[in-house]
């Protein structure tokens, strides 16, 4: 299996525990907020729904372009509400596979990229560092959001394998 396959296995996973989790929030839970310095949960949706892709695209275009090409995926999430939710986290899925068509892995162990902090480390590098990571981190704070605003029917099985329970 190649790596770009890899990702985007690792990425559609992800995907799938962010939807499943989104099942679990409460009607009330959405405006739900740790502390005023905080996204509340719907900003976070909104924020998961652009964060890999934003990343992605960022990665592989030019390096002085990367603040428009935030700014213009994070247009598009201000626009996600409960009811899209799950279509904008498929539309990721779509423009993440668009974005990597055509990438080799040849061309994921030798294409050097700069990463938010600057360094420069290997494509294949970047995709698990940077929006693989992103949509991993962000999915465990929703998580958490859940459980802080009252779903305490979840657990461990519905954050590392969106399920209520083990199949089989």
Not at 32 to 57: D, F, G, H, K, W
Not at 85 to 100: H, K, S, V, W
Request: glycine share 6%; proline share 4%.
């Amino acid at each position: 299996m190649s790596i770009r396959e890899q990702f985007l296995n690792a990425t559609e996973r992800q995907i799938h525990i962010i939807k499943h989790l989104f099942e679990k929030v409460p009607d009330d839970g959405l405006m739900y907020r740790p502390q005023a310095n905080m996204r509340n949960t719907l900003e976070l949706m909104r924020y998961l729904s652009i964060c890999a892709s934003s990343a992605l695209a960022a990665l592989l275009g030019d390096p002085e372009n990367s603040q428009e090409v935030y700014r213009s995926y994070s247009a598009k999430g201000k626009e996600v509400l409960p009811e899209n939710f799950n279509q904008a986290m498929d539309t990721q899925m779509e423009d993440i596979r668009a974005l990597m068509e055509g990438l080799s892995d040849k061309d994921l162990k030798s294409r050097k990229v700069r990463v938010i902090w600057g360094e420069k480390v290997p494509l294949g590098e970047a995709l698990f560092i940077g929006p693989l990571a992103y949509l991993s981190a962000y999915r465990m704070q929703f998580f958490l959001y859940n459980k802080m605003s009252g779903t305490s029917e979840i657990n461990t099985l519905n954050c590392w394998l969106g399920a209520d329970k083990m199949a089989g």
